[in-house]
């Protein structure tokens, strides 16, 4: 058997179409430190993503323990079809929150669109908890998942 690679978690990137909507969202609605937005079209773009003739816009967002990237494909131009939930694949971001409803309606009125509904989780670890889905306005899924620990 051979061994396993060394490998560090760096960071989570998501394909938007709307490089501003994304940052505008994961910036001021949710309070991560933004990167200036910055643009990459050299050759080693297409040959490392396998995207022939891939330009992108970039933007990279952090808070303690999150490392997120956000790449507009400005050419070739990106998709417009967001995957199902069910899709292969499909992934998701948990933010531990104070309280969902709350944040909920925070993220809604920045531009978030809801998924389901504020759900209080009845089996696990994690019963007597709040939780609900929502995505992001470039249609990333987001968890919102109730953390006792974090009300003041």
Do not use: K
Not at 118 to 135: C, F, P, Q, S, W
Not at 140 to 152: G, K, N, R
């Amino acid at each position: 058997m051979t061994a396993p690679i060394r490998a560090a978690y760096d960071h989570t990137g998501f394909v938007t179409r709307d490089i501003g909507a994304s940052l505008a969202f994961w910036r001021d609605a949710v309070g991560l430190e933004a990167s200036e937005p910055v643009e990459r079209g050299a050759p080693w773009v297409a040959e490392m993503t396998g995207v022939a003739g891939a330009r992108l816009r970039i933007v990279h967002l952090t808070a303690p323990g999150i490392h997120l990237e956000f790449i507009c494909f400005v050419t070739p131009e990106g998709g417009t079809v967001l995957p199902a939930p069910t899709a292969l694949a499909t992934g998701h971001i948990c933010l531990r929150v104070a309280d969902v409803a709350a944040a909920l309606a925070r993220l809604l009125a920045a531009g978030g669109t809801a998924q389901g509904e504020v759900a209080t989780i009845t089996e696990g670890a994690l019963a007597g908890r709040n939780g609900t889905y929502l995505r992001d306005p470039g249609g990333v899924l987001i968890e919102l998942l109730e953390d006792p620990a974090l009300v003041s």
